[in-house]
């Protein structure tokens, strides 16, 4: 089961979220990316770490290779898109968020750098995999601020860390077992920074997940949706 949807919300003009799915024979990839940047760079950025992340990845055997396959894809995306921003005057500061997930033999291998999120419900609890790589977190991580308070902050927006933005790039990697029952969502900040994590859970578990995911999309927009909305619901036969 995979569900995917992406809304240019209710402010933007430009949608420039990205999302990507490749269904091989022993492994599946789910990719999420959140550009930024002026006129229609944050868009090309998103695009291109989306398109670099699938070619790269397409055709892999060996499951020893995937983490670092992905960490490298994430790598070469960086060099792209930061030598291309460099060349280009209207595309200066561009980058883009990337979150990269693979289900593979009952696991879950992730890499991941920026604001947009992976969850998994699991017994009725939604948590939270990746950690965000933005101010906010950091003043949650320094018990300056709470969770709840990290919503509304005037600087939530202000991410530490991009693909495109720097000549080098760090990518957090994580891997977990997988249970057949498992329900992941992949998501950028326009869903997360409406609606609280217990929320998204609740309706993750009261509905079927396509309808899920148009409600966690509507509830967004009823309550601002000044950002793009980009999600990924997968489970069942996906979690290869």
């Known amino acids: 089961m995979i569900e995917r949807m992406s809304d240019i919300g ?30 229609n760079a944050g868009e090309v950025a998103s695009e291109m770490a989306k398109e670099i992340l699938l070619e790269k990845m397409a055709g892999l055997k060996d499951q020893e290779s995937f983490l670092p396959s992905l960490q490298e894809a994430i790598g070469l995306a960086n060099d792209k898109i ?14 883009t968020t990337v979150t990269a997930v693979v289900t593979t033999a009952a696991k879950l291998l992730v890499a991941h750098v920026g604001d947009s999120g992976l969850y998994v419900l699991r017994a009725g609890t939604l948590e939270k995999v990746t950690k965000d790589h933005s101010y906010v977190q950091e003043l949650v991580d320094l018990g300056k601020i709470s969770e709840e308070e990290a919503k509304s902050h005037p600087n939530k927006n202000i991410i530490t860390r991009a693909v495109g933005t720097n000549a080098n790039i760090q990518v957090d990697v994580y891997e977990r077992e997988l249970s057949p029952e498992d329900l992941c969502l992949l998501c950028t900040d326009g869903l997360s920074d409406y609606l609280s994590r217990r929320e998204m859970g609740d309706i993750l578990l009261s509905y079927e997940p396509k309808v899920a995911m148009e409600k966690l999309v509507h509830v967004a927009k009823e309550r601002g949706g000044r950002d793009n909305i980009t ?10």
């Open 82 to 95: 930061y030598a291309l921003a460099a060349k280009e005057k209207t595309m200066s500061g561009m980058g």
């Open 231 to 240: 999600l990924v619901i997968f489970g069942g036969e996906a979690l290869k």
């Open 10 to 39: 209710n402010i933007r003009k430009l949608n420039e979220d990205t999302y990507g799915v490749l269904e091989e024979e022993i492994f599946n990839l789910f990719v999420i990316c959140d550009g930024m940047g002026g006129h």
